[in-house]
């Protein structure tokens, strides 16, 4: 799962994306509102969170600006301010939820998790194709019934073809799903994480689960 991170304090900023790729997810970040405008555009996170108060235009306004141009990615904002008036504001521009700062990691994990799954028309935590079975909320992966291990990239690859079984994903998606905007990516990244995937998923003998495109992308079968 991919989260875009806009707050302007550059030490809490640090603090949060470490601890949230230490939870698991991939965490791209701005720290001002034209910067987060074109992240948000760009970066293909699943969740965006927010701080309301950014320079040279506020999180609100960037939020409001991203919904009149169509874009409907789950967004949860951030707040040093409980005012009722500020909540409703937020929400008047678009927003799914709030989180008053002091932030707690695992609580905002918890409610990015759940805006992604209610985004992607799940009210369960728990994502499936066939024998596998992707916990949003535990970072595991089951294949069978039983968990199987797999490094933080395999599982959101293994995550965004779920999410989109039985259609084709793109390799652009899948870049910018596993890859921050600071991560340098060979010609062939993405084949490679595929390669790994399969190794683990696919069962010996049978065709690949994962069904290749070529030109167009990858699609999980099942």
């Known amino acids: 799962m991919k989260l875009l991170l806009v707050e302007d ?11 949230l790729q230490q939870l698991g997810f991939v965490v791209d970040q701005a720290e001002d509102g034209p910067g ?10 699943d969740v965006l969170i927010l701080d309301v108060s950014l ?6 306004e960037l939020l409001r600006r991203l ?7 789950p967004a949860l ?5 409980a005012d009722l008036d500020d909540r409703l504001c937020g929400f008047d521009a678009g927003a799914d939820d709030y989180v008053v700062k002091p932030v707690d990691l ?12 209610r985004a992607s028309g799940s009210h369960d935590a728990v994502l499936s194709c ?5 916990d949003l909320s535990r970072a595991q992966v089951r294949l069978q019934g039983r968990p199987i291990e797999l490094c933080r990239r395999e599982r959101l690859l293994l995550e965004l073809l ?28 993405v084949e490679a994480a595929v390669s790994r995937l399969r190794r683990v998923i696919d069962v010996a003998g049978q065709p690949s689960r994962i069904k290749t495109l070529r030109g167009e992308g990858y699609r999980l079968e099942g």
């Not at 987060?36 to 996170?45: C, F, K, M, P, Q």
């Not at 320079?55 to 609100?60: A, E, M, R």
């Not at 919904?67 to 990615?73: D, F, L, N």
């Open 55 to 60: 320079p040279d235009f506020s999180g609100v």
């Open 36 to 45: 987060g405008l074109w992240a948000a555009r760009e970066s293909g996170a």
């Open 67 to 73: 919904r009149r141009e169509g874009v409907q990615t």
């Open 162 to 189: 779920v999410v989109n079984r039985g259609r084709v994903v793109s390799r652009r998606q899948i870049e910018s799903k596993l890859y921050n905007d600071e991560t340098e990516l060979s010609s062939n990244s």
């Open 130 to 134: 066939a024998d596998i079975e992707v």
């Open 106 to 117: 695992r609580e905002l994990a918890a409610r990015a998790t759940a805006l992604m799954r």
């Open 9 to 19: 304090s550059a030490l809490l900023r640090a603090s949060m994306v470490r601890g």
């Open 77 to 81: 904002f951030l707040t040093s301010m």
